[in-house]
């Protein structure tokens, strides 16, 4: 069965550094997603990625916050200066449809430590 | 904005028996669908089952299953003969697909369920 695939699995930078986490979605899906989920914590939407665009975003997802198809498989999420807030998992998604209409496929996630 | 709530932050049940998470959710869309997923301590996102709002019958996956009460907007997560590898954190799910969104999901505070031996 297709999968989600994120890389690195874990991420360690230290604080004020650039970091960019890497997705390969499903190939046919059309809708992408990076949520995130500091530990302990629920899972939390930061945004949503259709027609080459941002469709939606969280109020997490601030200026220090950038995502990018660069060429039509890869899905990226930078963070531009990290902060130790930053640690949590991040996990790229897909849909083939409009969520509303299909389940999100998950990747394993990206465990990100700022130090 | 979009609220789901799940009473229970953590639960224990026998291997073999039974056991039921809850979750309450709110929505203003007509048609969706709502989701139970599984997070075990390798943290992976595992979709365990999903109902659509519009069915009447409530779904069922082997030895999942959900009691889905539109009205009440409850939608329950039933685990029978329970197995040491359901052992996990489990998040209830629903789309905000309202309006120009393209969907995001709310999640759940999530629940802790351990299966004992």
Known sequence: ??????????????MGQEVILRC??????LYFYWYRQILGQKVEFLVSFYNNEI???????????SVERPDGSNFTLKIRSTKLEDSAMYFCASSPQKLGNSPLHFGNGTRLTVT | AQTVTQSQPEMSVQEAETVTLSCTYDTSENNYYLFWYKQPPSRQMILVIRQEAYKQQNATENRFSVNFQKAAKSFSL?????????TAMYFCASPDAGGTSYGKLTFGQGTILTVHP
Do not use: A
Not at chain 1, 1 to 14: F, G, I, L, M
Not at chain 1, 24 to 29: A, D, G, Q, R, Y
Not at chain 1, 56 to 64: P, T
């Open chain 1, 24 to 29: 390969v979605p499903i190939s046919n899906h």
């Open chain 1, 55 to 65: 469709s939606e975003k969280s109020e997490i997802f601030d200026d220090q916050f």
């Open chain 1, 1 to 14: 069965e297709p999968e989600v695939t994120q890389t690195p699995s874990h991420q360690v930078t230290q």
């Open chain 2, 78 to 86: 039933k685990i029978s003969d329970s197995q040491l590898g359901d």
